[in-house]
């Protein structure tokens, strides 16, 4: 447990944490913060895990790892268990969207003004959310593995996010502004696999017709920055 072994995910999650203090929402093994305090990214840090076989686990670990002292383990949901001001920064890893939209929705004036999210579906949600509650999309990851995971780290910032200047708006929050502008082989295959499973589908007035149109649209970006 001195140094433990993180996936591409969390190796790209870890690479975008820097804070003084950090919280990790669902952490189940507490692999990431450890390794977060081990590297120094984290001076302190804090897990709060809802279930009690991964909360025992973390427990475990962060015992094991003979860092009791400034890796807290919380029992709750979400950042219940995290006071307002508390943290500098937080992440919410490895669960579906709509759980993270969840705990972001519930957590109210405990949200620190950093996030670093990877949710393990369509990230669009989140960058929606981000847009209506005063973050700017700062950085962004997409990460090779079982499907091409998304990694997005939020600021909290006055105005309108710049991220999204200048690129159409519904492939923006379904691909990600930076990922489009960066433009990846790993991005240009998961645009242009939409796009093949969309085109039978699609249909006027169908779901179907609107994500093929903004797979295109995204795909047209791509090309043009190619
Ligand atoms: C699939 S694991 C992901 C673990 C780790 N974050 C990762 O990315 O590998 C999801 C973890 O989140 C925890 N979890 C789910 N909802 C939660 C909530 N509302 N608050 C705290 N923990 C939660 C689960 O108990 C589980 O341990």
């Known amino acids: 447990m ?23 929402i669902g952490s189940d093994h507490a692999h990431l913060p450890i390794r977060l ?12 895990e809802l ?9 475990r670990n962060v015992a094991r790892a003979g860092l009791g002292e400034v890796l807290e383990v919380r029992a709750g949901d979400g950042f219940g268990p995290i006071a307002p001001g508390e ?3 937080a992440s919410v890893t490895g669960m579906g969207a709509g759980t993270i939209a969840g705990i972001l929705r519930r957590a109210g004036e405990r949200l620190p003004p950093a996030l670093v999210l990877q949710p393990n579906d369509s990230p669009a949600p989140l960058r929606a959310w981000a847009r209506e509650h005063g973050y700017h999309l700062r950085a962004e990851r997409l990460v090779a593995g079982y499907w091409p995971y998304p990694v997005l780290r939020l600021e909290r910032a006055a105005g ?50 609107t994500e093929l149109e903004t797979a ?6 791509l090309e043009e920055r190619r």
Do not use: C, K, M
């Open 2 to 24: 001195n140094r433990p072994p993180l996936d591409a995910r969390l190796e790209a999650v870890l690479a975008l944490i820097r804070a003084e203090t950090h919280a990790d």
């Open 37 to 48: 305090l081990r590297e120094g990214r984290v001076g302190r840090g804090v897990i709060v």
């Open 51 to 59: 279930n009690p076989g991964p909360l025992a686990l973390a427990r």
């Open 87 to 89: 943290v500098e920064s």
């Open 160 to 209: 309108e996010d710049p991220a999204y200047r200048g690129l159409p708006l519904a492939a923006a929050l379904r691909y990600g502004p930076h990922l489009l502008r960066a433009g990846s082989a790993l991005l240009r295959r998961q645009v242009w696999a939409d796009v093949v499973r969309l085109t039978p589908l699609a249909a006027p007035g169908r779901t179907a017709q």
């Open 216 to 221: 295109r649209a995204a795909f047209a970006v």
